[in-house]
């Protein structure tokens, strides 16, 4: 058994003894002594108070020391930016926004967060050698194995940037880049639904794209374009030109853009998605009509997708979100009308409860991820081991955590 898996049992958080360990995994306990030392020495697992004496003394109890490092979780949209720090458990410690346009470009936003990420570790009185990673998101298209925004449509100056390159010339640590909606998906799972292994996120917006989390794994694909349901065609959009070249998306009909559009068509002032919900908040018949049937074209395509992946939950975020209801009962009308009975039985359809929040917790969330992986954490011991005796935080840089 690998240090890994011995970490695995104490990263619930539940405290357990030595022996409690080696009972779980088999492993005699001066394997797990072993094991527990290289992970005490890494600063991932700490003493917790004492265990019950069955006679004599107490045994020593040991847990999860989420405070031993931090990560940074950094979401960028279209028009702001969100820096976070976060202990290993997911817990925000501090957190920072500001307006930023990417289309200023990667020097200049990239150039923020390196200024802001010093600042926020600096105000938790936490060293640079005290991070352990940096999680990102980015509003295009990104290849996830090089951190690279591919083709972004609103990102001049990103196309195949390397952005994690970029970042570790201030913070040598791992860099992790991903597309906002993967992150919200992210987010919202560790944030409200840390047991649901399957589900779906849906950012309505300026665009459409969905987040998917199958098995409890995030699905990207073999480019990192799954889940692009913007530009899936749907009945109504036929005759519609989209802004990505085809007639019949999705976006070009239910994005926050389209269904101002069409209210606009209809005599009603809505400039964008903020109106929209503005006005289906006051009750204008004509915008909760708008909106659920932006609902009504969302579940057509999110029926097929409930019957290919089987989904237990459909989170609904984005701007265009915060019309709530509306938008939802145009989504179940059609999702619970054309998907198989059994896919629907126990689906619940929300919006999201994380909120404009889900890609900073998601980001930190992909840090943790890499920190914490299995592969991770064997390689760190093994530098640890090698490296022999050491302080915790010491060991820790040393080993790259």
Same mark, same amino acid.
């Given at each position: 058994?690998?240090?890994?898996?011995?970490? &695995?049992?104490?990263?619930?958080? /539940?405290?357990?003894? %030595?022996? +409690?360990?080696?009972?779980?995994?088999?492993?005699?306990?001066?394997?797990?002594?072993?094991?527990?030392?290289?992970?005490?020495?890494?600063?991932?697992?700490?003493?917790?108070?004492?265990?019950?004496? =069955?006679?004599?003394?107490?045994?020593?109890?040991?847990?999860?020391?989420?405070?031993?490092?931090?990560?940074?979780?950094?979401?960028?949209?279209?028009?702001?930016?969100?820096?976070?720090?976060?202990?290993?458990?997911?817990?925000?410690?501090?957190?920072? %926004?500001?307006? #930023?346009?990417?289309? #200023?470009?990667?020097?200049?936003?990239?150039?923020?967060?390196?200024?802001?990420?010093?600042?926020?570790?600096?105000?938790?009185?936490? &060293?640079?050698?005290?991070?352990?990673?940096?999680?990102?998101?980015?509003?295009?298209?990104?290849?996830?194995?090089?951190?690279?925004?591919?083709?972004?449509?609103? *990102?001049?100056?990103?196309?195949?940037?390397?952005?994690?390159?970029?970042? +570790?010339?201030?913070?040598?640590?791992?860099?992790?880049?991903?597309?906002?909606?993967?992150?919200?998906?992210?987010?919202?799972?560790?944030?409200?639904?840390?047991?649901?292994?399957?589900?779906?996120?849906?950012?309505?917006? =300026?665009?459409?794209?969905?987040? #998917?989390?199958?098995?409890?794994?995030? /699905?990207?694909?073999?480019?990192?374009?799954?889940?692009?349901?913007?530009?899936?065609?749907?009945?109504?959009?036929?005759?519609?030109?989209?802004?990505?070249?085809?007639?019949?998306?999705? &976006?070009?009909?239910?994005?926050?853009?389209?269904?101002?559009?069409?209210?606009?068509?209809?005599?009603?002032?809505?400039?964008?998605?903020?109106?929209?919900?503005?006005?289906?908040?006051?009750?204008?018949?004509?915008?909760?009509?708008?909106?659920?049937?932006?609902?009504?074209?969302?579940?057509?395509?999110?029926?097929?997708?409930?019957? *290919?992946?089987?989904?237990?939950?459909?989170?609904?975020?984005?701007?265009?979100?915060?019309?709530? &209801?509306?938008?939802?009962?145009?989504? %179940?009308?059609?999702?619970? +009308?054309?998907? #198989?009975?059994?896919?629907?039985?126990?689906?619940?359809? =929300?919006?999201?409860?994380?909120?404009?929040?889900?890609?900073?917790?998601?980001?930190?969330?992909?840090?943790?991820?890499?920190?914490?992986?299995?592969?991770?954490?064997?390689?760190?011991?093994?530098?640890?081991?090698?490296?022999?005796?050491?302080?915790?935080?010491?060991?820790?840089?040393?080993?790259?955590?």
């Amino acid at each position: 058994m690998r240090t890994s898996d011995v970490f &695995e049992l104490l990263r619930d958080g /539940q405290p357990r003894t %030595r022996a +409690q360990l080696a009972d779980l995994s088999g492993l005699a306990r001066s394997t797990i002594a072993s094991r527990i030392d290289v992970l005490l020495r890494l600063g991932l697992v700490a003493p917790y108070g004492g265990g019950v004496s =069955t006679g004599g003394r107490p045994p020593s109890l040991l847990a999860l020391n989420p405070g031993a490092w931090v990560v940074a979780g950094v979401d960028i949209g279209a028009s702001h930016a969100t820096a976070a720090l976060s202990d290993l458990s997911g817990t925000i410690l501090a957190e920072r %926004r500001a307006d #930023l346009d990417v289309a #200023l470009g990667p020097d200049h936003v990239l150039g923020w967060v390196e200024r802001v990420v010093a600042d926020l570790l600096a105000d938790q009185g936490r &060293e640079v050698g005290e991070l352990a990673a940096i999680g990102m998101g980015l509003p295009g298209p990104v290849e996830h194995s090089s951190g690279r925004a591919i083709n972004p449509p609103i *990102m001049p100056g990103w196309d195949e940037y390397d952005v994690p390159g970029h970042v +570790q010339r201030a913070f040598d640590v791992p860099v992790l880049v991903d597309n906002d909606v993967n992150i919200m998906a992210l987010g919202e799972q560790h944030a409200h639904l840390p047991d649901t292994a399957d589900l779906v996120f849906i950012k309505v917006s =300026t665009g459409i794209g969905a987040g #998917l989390i199958s098995g409890g794994q995030l /699905q990207r694909g073999a480019q990192g374009t799954a889940g692009d349901l913007g530009h899936v065609a749907v009945a109504r959009a036929a005759e519609v030109l989209c802004r990505c070249g085809n007639q019949g998306c999705l &976006e070009a009909v239910a994005a926050g853009p389209a269904v101002a559009r069409a209210l606009r068509e209809s005599g009603v002032d809505a400039a964008g998605s903020a109106d929209v919900v503005a006005l289906v908040r006051s009750g204008d018949p004509r915008a909760v009509q708008a909106v659920r049937q932006a609902g009504r074209d969302l579940g057509e395509v999110l029926a097929t997708l409930v019957n *290919m992946i089987n989904p237990s939950a459909i989170v609904i975020g984005g701007s265009l979100a915060d019309a709530g &209801e509306s938008l939802l009962a145009g989504i %179940r009308e059609v999702v619970y +009308q054309r998907s #198989l009975p059994l896919a629907t039985q126990h689906l619940a359809v =929300t919006t999201s409860r994380a909120g404009e929040r889900a890609g900073v917790i998601g980001a930190a969330a992909l840090a943790i991820g890499h920190v914490l992986s299995p592969e991770h954490i064997d390689r760190a011991g093994a530098r640890v081991a090698e490296a022999g005796a050491g302080g915790v935080v010491a060991a820790g840089v040393a080993a790259g955590l």
